[in-house]
């Protein structure tokens, strides 16, 4: 299995806090991704990684900010939380673009915003 | 922008047949790869097979097939002999050369009966 942490696993706050996610992989992987799970919408992408400090923005960006300061860790914080962002988040990384890999993934974050 | 559509909510299927499940895309780019995922009820990502636009052949992976017909954009995953631990959500997905992340279809709900 590819070793990717993510912390915490649960998470139950208030809409207006701030929350981060934490995605760890231990491969050195270069790329790295932010998705979101909901009912009826498969996963989608928030934002990813194609190396230290190098991000981008993915389909629904909106409230999501991320930061990767090392090969190891990428991070995804929602500044002021609100409970359309209740969810399950799950990182993913891949060693080359994902067009020729395919992308493993952590085992997800499940997010409740009250 | 990629497109996945599986049309395919969910489906019963007895024990040791085959199974298709369907999945067609959209994309304009020449360059893409075709990923098909599995999510068991408790929640991982398990990655199943993968078909390069590019690959001649039809992608296998033991009890895994990918029946890719490029005209027709479609990369039907084949399991062979279902088993009941098949018995899942599973995941269509498609990245361009752009390496910007997955899109993902909505998914199909299979269950195995004995």
């Known amino acids: 299995d590819a070793g990717i942490t993510q912390s915490p696993r649960h998470k139950v706050t208030e809409t207006g806090t701030p929350v981060t996610l934490r995605c760890h992989q231990t491969?050195?992987?270069?790329?790295m991704y932010w998705y979101r799970q909901d009912p009826g919408h498969g996963l989608r992408l928030i934002h990813y990684s194609y190396g230290v400090k190098d991000t981008d923005k993915g389909e629904v960006s909106d409230g999501y900010s991320v930061s990767r300061s090392k090969t190891e860790d990428f991070l995804l914080t929602l500044e002021s939380a609100t409970s359309s962002q209740t969810s399950v988040y799950f990182c993913?990384?891949?060693?080359?673009?994902?067009?020729?890999?395919?992308?493993?993934f952590g085992d997800g974050t499940r997010l409740s915003i009250l | 922008a990629q497109k996945i559509t599986q049309t395919q909510p969910g489906m019963f299927v007895q024990e040791k047949e085959a199974v298709t499940l369907d999945c067609t895309y959209d994309?304009?780019?020449?360059?893409?790869?075709l990923f098909w995922y599995k999510q068991p009820s408790s929640g991982e990502m398990i990655f199943l097979i993968y078909q390069g636009s590019y690959d001649q052949q039809n992608a296998t992976e033991g009890r895994y097939s990918l029946n890719f017909q490029k005209a027709r954009k479609s990369a039907n995953l084949v399991i062979s002999a279902s088993q009941l631990g098949d018995s899942a959500m599973y995941f269509c997905a498609i990245e361009g050369g752009g390496a910007d992340g997955l899109t993902f279809g909505k998914g199909t709900h299979l269950i195995i009966q004995p």
């Open positions: 993913a990384i891949s060693e080359s673009p994902g067009f020729t890999q395919p992308q493993h």
């Open positions: 994309t304009s780019d020449p360059s893409y790869g």
């Open positions: 491969e050195n992987h270069r790329y």
